[in-house]
């Protein structure tokens, strides 16, 4: 089986400062582990995605993520944020040997405060 | 994402009624996918479809049924809609060449409310 774990609802931030958004998971193999963005009244958009090779990903918008084995962690990141990157973070995972589809966390509202 | 695209947009009904929602994409994808989402709950799948003779129960199919009409169609149906039905309902697709790290894209969703 296989579940991943957003073990913050909310998580607000000043304008400028970084930002974090947690996410850990299970699998009993590999993971395939993804971010999507879902602003207000639209659908899920891709930010990126950790299949295999260096631990530390780079997507859209200035966001990276950083693969951790052993905390079994797929923490979201931003240097800087911006009021702009308020929205509903999902992290998402998929085992790499067996499943055929994806199993989304419960989601992280960020608020970046100006 | 303007190449998946889902209606109605916005639909209120009432309980007992049957409802479809429809997808369909230009993204020329063989893989889709039907999602409610709740809040607090995440993104829970319904119902996928690899292609259009294989489909698949997912996490929380029962009172839902779907309809692969074609590669670029996906409909999801509620036979007799129940309140607790009510949520927001997304499509989405992906490309089998990504193998299981395929990516997925969405529509813009359909809030559904079941009175």
């Known amino acids: 089986a296989q579940s991943v774990a957003q073990p913050e609802d909310q998580v607000n931030v000043a304008e400028g400062n970084p930002l974090t958004v947690k996410c850990t998971y299970s699998v009993s193999g590999n993971p395939y582990l993804f971010w999507y963005v879902q602003y207000p009244n639209r659908g899920l958009q891709f930010l990126l995605k950790?299949?295999?090779?260096?631990?530390l990903v780079k997507g859209s918008y200035g966001f990276e993520a950083e693969f951790n084995k052993s905390q079994t962690s797929f923490h979201l990141k931003k240097p800087s944020a911006l009021v702009s990157d308020s929205a509903l973070y999902f992290c998402a995972v998929r085992d790499a040997g067996s499943a055929r589809q994806l199993t989304f966390g419960s989601g992280t509202q960020l608020t970046v405060l100006p | 994402d303007a190449d998946v695209t889902q209606t109605p947009r916005n639909r209120i009904t009432k309980t007992g009624k049957r409802i479809m929602l429809e997808c369909s994409q230009t993204k020329g994808h063989d893989r889709m996918y039907w999602y409610r989402q709740d809040p607090g709950l995440g993104l829970r799948l319904i119902y996928y479809?690899?292609?259009?003779?294989?489909?698949n129960k997912g996490e929380i199919s029962d009172g839902y049924s779907v309809s692969r009409q074609a590669q670029a169609k996906f409909s999801l149906s509620l036979e007799s809609a129940i309140p607790n039905q009510t949520a927001l309902y997304f499509c989405?697709?992906?490309?089998?060449?990504?193998?299981?790290?395929?990516?997925?894209?969405f529509g813009p969703g359909t809030r559904l409310t079941v009175l």
């Open positions: 989405a697709t992906s490309d089998p060449s990504g193998g299981r790290s395929d990516t997925q894209y």
């Open positions: 479809s690899f292609d259009v003779k294989d489909i």
């Open positions: 950790y299949i295999t090779g260096d631990n």
